[in-house]
């Protein structure tokens, strides 16, 4: 029961928060909005901001999810690098669209965005050690410090999301769909043995 009302909450503030934006959301709107008392969310979370963050962390883990689907196919490093890249430009695309008004909101705080980039790339470090390791071990990359290369790697995708996202290369000719393809291209150039 208290897993579940908590996931109530989180559920209710991302989409109070989407349609109306974090700053325009209160405690109280939440706590109505899912049929709660506000005793009862203070329960759970002591601010908007740890709402927010719970919120965060949900959708991060559904990023994580897709990206977990990933490592168990049945596919050689290479074909997973390359869906990883494209799978993470996704899903992050589709949670953004997902979240409305969140989405101008969320971009144009710095350090929200920091936060939650800093946040799932933590969590991805392991994910995408897997394939290299994999790749590494099959002879297929060369790579010498694995955790670093994964980093460097997360943070090339984290640095074209909103490019992306935004499809703000369009003017330069490049689509998204070239974005995922160019940088999966050039990660596997510079790994590949």
Known sequence: MVSKTREKFIEV????FARKGVENTTMNDIASASSKGRRTIYTYFKSKTEIFNAVIDSETEKILSRLRVILSKPLSPEEK???YVAARFDAMKDIVGRNGSLR???????RKVGRAQRLIAAKEVALLSD???EGVAKGQFVVADIRKQAIIIIHAVQGLVVPFIRDSLAD????PEEIKES???????????
Do not use: K, P
């Open 172 to 175: 330069e000719g490049i689509t």
């Open 13 to 16: 503030a991302r989409q109070l």
């Open 81 to 83: 690098l390359r869906e």
């Open 104 to 110: 101008a909101g969320f971009f144009r705080d710095v």
């Open 183 to 193: 940088l999966a291209d050039m990660i596997l150039r510079g790994i590949s043995s």
């Open 131 to 133: 394939i290299l390791e």
